[in-house]
């Protein structure tokens, strides 16, 4: 058990420095320490999962890009502030999801093809999380950030995450802006802490 935690923190560690110049291995290096917290995850509170997760998540994702695309439009009119207190709420918000959705393993393979098809400035990475009851495909969108691979959002069996996020997160922003969603998410998070 020491040993896979030490394993995962290195992962975590590691990461940015090894994998920033190559999308597929931001992608490959991601989905590794995913596997190895996932194999950490049982026993483990799911505040001390988030507490783990923050830093491999914070340094693979544009958490701040992520933020202005699940606002839409609204964002341009939005202060500088609720940007800011939107911003923290979505990147905890994200952490908490990968918590919540990798917090068990049975033997779940990521899989990625090195080959990696250019979009414009961004970068496609294609591959596949595989399960016993089937197999996912998950194909990662990444831009550069000041010179470094960031995944912005994640296609699901070819659904975008960032447009389920956006459609789900609209009508909150159109009642009450940036700072009404900040306020949802932070409410929904806490309560989720409390009860699992």
Known sequence: MIARFVAT??????????????????????NSALVAAMQNA????????VTKLAPLVKSTHDLPGMTRLITGPAWSTTSAADRAALTDAFSRHSV????????TFDGEKFTVV???????????????IVAKDGTTTLNYRLHQV???WRIVDVFADGVSQIAVQRAE???????????????KLNAADEAKLRRL
């Open 9 to 30: 923190a290195v992962l975590i560690m590691a990461m940015p420095a090894a994998a920033a110049s190559d999308p597929a291995a931001v992608v490959s290096d991601f």
């Open 42 to 49: 049982k026993g483990t509170p799911l505040g001390a999962r």
């Open 96 to 103: 908490l999801t990968y918590a919540i959705n990798f917090a």
């Open 114 to 128: 090195p080959k990696v098809d250019m979009r414009g400035s961004d970068a496609l990475v294609r591959g596949a």
């Open 146 to 148: 000041d010179g470094s």
């Open 169 to 183: 997160f609209a009508a909150t922003i159109a009642r009450g802006g940036a700072a009404a969603l900040a306020a």
